[in-house]
C-alpha cells in the first residue's frame, strides 16, 4: 500500500529545499514577521523583563508592591492574548510569561520583607489635653 503524503509534510519537505535566503524572505514576508506587530511588539515588550531583571537587585524595601501586582496582571492578560490570537503570537507570549516570573520572584521578595516586619506602632492624635 501506498501512503499519500500529508499538507504538512509536503510543505515540510518544500521548506527543506528552500535555500536560506528563501527561508528568510518567506519569514519576512510571513503574518508573525518583522514588517507586523507580531514581531516588534513581543521585542518592546522584553524592556519590561529587562526592568524586572534589574529589579532583583533592589532592596525589597524599595520594591514597590502596587507596581509589581499590576506587571504581575498584566502579563497574565497578554499571555493569554497571545494565545488566542492568531495567528499564535509565540514571541508575546516568552515574553511576558518570562516577565511573569520576574515580577512574581520581586514580588514574593517584597512579601518576605514584608511579613518579616514587626507591626507599627500607632501614634495618639495630637490633641487637646484632658
Known amino acids: 500500500l501506498r501512503q499519500t ?11 527543506a529545499q ?19 506587530t507580531h514581531f516588534w511588539g513581543p521585542v518592546a515588550n ?8 534589574v529589579d532583583v537587585n533592589k532592596p525589597a524595601e524599595k520594591i514597590s508592591p502596587n507596581m509589581t501586582g499590576v506587571m504581575c496582571v498584566y ?3 497578554f499571555m493569554r492574548f497571545a494565545w488566542q490570537v492568531q495567528p499564535r503570537n509565540y514571541l508575546l507570549l516568552a515574553c ?14 517584597w512579601y ?6 514587626p507591626p507599627a506602632i500607632e501614634a495618639k492624635p495630637a490633641g487637646k489635653a484632658a
Open 5 to 15: 503524503a500529508t499538507p504538512v509534510a509536503m510543505a515540510m519537505a518544500a521548506k
Open 18 to 36: 528552500m535555500s536560506f535566503g528563501q527561508r528568510l524572505g518567506s519569514w519576512a514576508a510571513s503574518p508573525t514577521g518583522p514588517k507586523t
Open 46 to 53: 522584553w524592556g519590561f523583563v529587562l526592568a524586572g531583571l
Open 75 to 77: 502579563s497574565m492578560l
Open 96 to 109: 511576558h510569561a518570562c516577565n511573569e516570573t520576574v515580577q512574581l520572584y520581586t514580588f514574593g521578595r
Open 112 to 117: 518576605s520583607w514584608y511579613s518579616s516586619q
